[in-house]
């Protein structure tokens, strides 16, 4: 070894949500834990993902409540994006995050490495010369952005979601290629901002993982807002021109726009990082693993996005921490990915947590179903939303699956994520009293319904 410290109890290779979550469990147990990271502690989430798309998400909100204040009777004048002061706002709540993590790490004793690591045997990570030896080895180098064959992403006309959170203006008019979680929260962004913006989804419906009844509400919203959408429909081509893209739909139809955002998924960095010379599984590009996040190599595990459970960063966090655990003989039980909450913080929001109806009828459950409308609702009144409360249970057993449509309904996750992984029956819930006047009373009317005694619902 080049590089004297080592061996260490753990080597993380990548700093992202899944890598630091497991360097900081690790060391809180009591191990010796080196990170490498080639760019900045944090990874995708902090710096390209989660937080600086919630930023603009806000910036968003601030723009339409300001264009809508006069409906409640405040006096303002919406007079536009000023997209280098959202770029601020966004630096400074991700720099205070990233110097948060930094500090944590450095107080737990994890050493970090700047550089990139390429694993170059079942226990060892060479960074240039050096080379750290660990009894264990955690895989978390994460993912990138997807394109689809023949579609070339220049930066400038065709752009990821890494270029949108950099561009230098708000665009006049957008095409989002995805209807997923990536597409959908760009597409509400920007449509905020004022620009003109067309969905392409090749499934039938926006979010397409999401309850349909969800989806619907959703390209309902998005139509009410202006958001055009071309579902069920394939792209075929791009060409760009001097002031924008002409894109071509399957069918012939073409669309043009200042822009084309390819949000069509993000798949695992691997390649080119020794996983498969040191005799680990990859399957398309995802690193293969089992319950305990562990690789068909003894002592190399693998976390995040580089293994194919949900892509989302508290997933990752989760598992970091189960291997930080299983590592140090704990015992943890393996994660529940059902019992994961997802949200999509367009405007409205979707949530949702537990199993949607077509998985519950393929899983064989004789089920219940209650949706509680939005328009019942006073604090969504009051926060001028539409959407609802789906509730799936199993007929006379527990709630199964929780999907929410509407503004600021993803906090409302937190008790759906309670219910499901407590395994709660409606009747338990509804003897549980919610508070008035909250969006929350949505899931209590609901569980009162299921429970035979609806409060608010008309017949
Ligand atoms: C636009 C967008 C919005 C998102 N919004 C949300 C959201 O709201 N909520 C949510 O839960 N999830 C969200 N996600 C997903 C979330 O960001 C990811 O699930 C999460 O970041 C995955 O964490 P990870 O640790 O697996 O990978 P990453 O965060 O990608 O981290 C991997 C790290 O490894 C480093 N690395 C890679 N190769 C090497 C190497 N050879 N040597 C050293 N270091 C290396 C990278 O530099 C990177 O820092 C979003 C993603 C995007 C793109």
């Not at 204040?69 to 205070?96: C, W």
């Not at 949108?164 to 449509?191: C, H, K």
């Not at 309850?211 to 791009?238: C, D, M, P």
């Not at 068909?296 to 930080?324: C, K, M, R, S, W």
Request: glycine share 14%.
């Amino acid at each position: 070894m080049a590089e004297g410290s080592g061996p260490y109890d753990i080597v993380v290779l990548g700093g992202g949500s899944g890598g630091y979550a497991c360097a900081l469990r690790a060391a809180e147990l009591g191990k010796t834990v080196v990170l490498i990271e080639k760019d900045k502690i944090g990874g995708t989430c902090l710096h390209r993902g989660c937080i600086p798309t919630k930023t603009f998400l806000h910036a968003a909100e601030v723009a339409d409540e300001t264009r809508e204040a006069e409906s409640v009777g405040v006096r303002a004048t919406f007079e536009g994006i000023d997209i280098a002061g959202v770029h601020g706002f966004r630096d400074k709540i991700v720099n205070r995050a990233w110097k948060g993590v930094q500090g944590l790490l450095k107080s737990r004793g994890v050493t970090v490495v700047e550089g990139t690591g390429r694993l170059v045997g079942a226990n060892r990570v060479a960074v240039g010369d050096d080379v750290y030896e660990g009894r264990a080895v955690v895989l978390a180098t994460g993912s990138a952005p997807r394109s689809l064959p023949g579609l070339d992403i220049d930066g400038d006309r065709v752009i990821t979601s890494e270029h949108a959170l950099v561009l230098d203006r708000v665009p006049s008019s957008v095409i989002v290629l995805g209807g997923g979680v990536i597409g959908v929260e760009f597409a509400s962004v920007w449509r905020s901002f004022g620009s003109e913006v067309t969905v392409v989804e090749a499934l039938p419906h926006l979010l397409p993982l999401e309850e349909e009844s969800s989806s619907k509400a959703l390209e309902r919203a998005f139509r009410r807002r202006g958001i055009k959408q071309e579902l069920g429909t394939r792209f075929e081509s791009v060409k760009t021109t001097d002031t924008g893209v002409v894109v071509t739909l399957e069918g012939g139809k073409t669309l043009e726009a200042e822009l084309l955002l390819v949000a069509v998924g993000r798949g695992s960095v691997s390649a080119g990082l020794g996983y498969e010379e040191a005799g680990v599984t990859v399957d398309r590009g995802s690193v293969v693993v089992d319950e305990y996040c562990r690789t068909n190599v003894p002592g190399v595990y693998a976390v995040g996005d580089l293994i194919p459970t949900l892509q989302l960063a508290h997933a990752g966090f989760a598992e970091g921490i189960l291997v930080a655990e299983h590592i140090a003989g704990l015992g943890p039980a393996p994660i529940d990915y059902d019992g994961v909450p997802r949200i999509t913080y367009s405007d409205p929001e979707v949530a949702s947590v537990g199993i949607t109806s077509v998985t519950a009828r393929e899983r064989g459950f004789d089920t219940v179903e209650m949706t509680y409308d939005l328009a019942g609702n006073p604090k969504s009144q009051i926060l001028q939303t539409q959407g609802s409360v789906k509730i799936i249970a199993q007929k006379d057993g527990p709630v199964l699956g929780v999907h929410m449509v509407g503004r600021r309904i993803g906090e409302l996750v937190t008790e759906g994520q309670l219910i499901y992984n407590w395994e709660a029956l409606p009747a338990e819930v509804a003897q549980l009293i919610h508070a008035h006047p909250t969006q929350s009373e949505a899931v209590g009317e609901a569980m009162l319904a299921l429970a035979g005694k609806p409060l608010h619902v008309h017949n």
